[in-house]
C-alpha cells in the first residue's frame, strides 16, 4: 500500500481524506504536475516547480504553506514508497470552505489542499510503445480557453483518450479553427526534413516542461525549430511526427486518421530526440 501526503501528513492511501466541500471536487477549482522519476531521481523538477507557481498566480489561488518544501516531499515520497521508474502526482487546490459557492472562498480562513501520491512504474524510459510508435485520431478541440494553466478539469481530454480507444488507436489530436493544437495530454509535432514544427506559445496549449527541454536539444543538435500553427492534412504529408510529455517523454506518432506516415515507424529524428532527452534529463535529475 503506498504512502501519500495529505496537508502536511504522510499517510496509507486508503486513510486518506479530503472534504467533499473541496473546490476541485465541487468546481475542478485546482491545478497540478506530474514529475517524472527515472532511477530514483526527479526530471526536469524546477521546470515543474516554476509552471506550478505560475498556474497559482494565473489563478489567483494562494501557494500551500509547505510550497518551498515541495522538493523535500517528492524526494520523501518517492524514498518511502520505493519508486525506482515513476510519477509523482501533485495537487494544489483552492481548499474547502465551509460550504458551496460560486465565489471564491476567503484565502484567510480556507487555505489550499495539496495532495500528492506516487505511481511505480518500472521501466518507464524503455517503453515498448516507443519502438512502434503511437497512432492517433483528429478530434474537434472543446476545451475552456487557458489551456495555458495545467488546471485539473480534464474531463475532455479523458473523453478524447476515450475516442481514441474506440477506434482502436492510442490518442487524439486536437483541432481548432483547422489546426492542430495539441493531444490529449502532451504537445504535438510534425517533422519536414530537418525542420521540426510545433505550435507556438500562447494561451491555446499548455507550456510543456518537456516541450521545452526537447526543443532546446533540438537545437543544440542542428535541428531547425520552427513554432507555427499546421494542419491534419500537413502531418499527414509528414515525414515524421511526434509528442512530448512527462510521462511519455518523446514518443513517435506513425499514422493519423488513418494515413501511416512514411513506412510506418518511429522516425529517426524522434528516436534520437528520445534518446537525448533521457540521456541529457537523467544527468541533471535530482
Known sequence: MRTVYVNGDYLPENE?????FDRAFLMG???????SVLGGKLIDFDGHLKRLDRSLNELDMQKPEAFDDLLAIHRELVRINDVTDGMVYLQVT???PDDRDFVFPDPETTKPTLVLFTQSKPGLAQSPVADKGIRVISIEDLRWHRRDIKTTQLLYPSMGKMMAKKAGCDDAWMVEDGAVTEGTSNNAYIVKGNKIITRALSNDILHGITRAAVLRF????QMEVEERNFTIEEAQGADEAFITSASTFVMPVVEIDGVTLGDGTPGARARRLREIYLEESLKTAI
Do not use: C, F, L, N
Open 16 to 20: 486518506a481524506k479530503v472534504s467533499i
Open 29 to 35: 477549482d485546482g491545478v497540478y504536475e506530474v514529475t
Open 94 to 96: 483552492r481548499g474547502a
Open 218 to 221: 533540438a537545437r543544440e543538435a
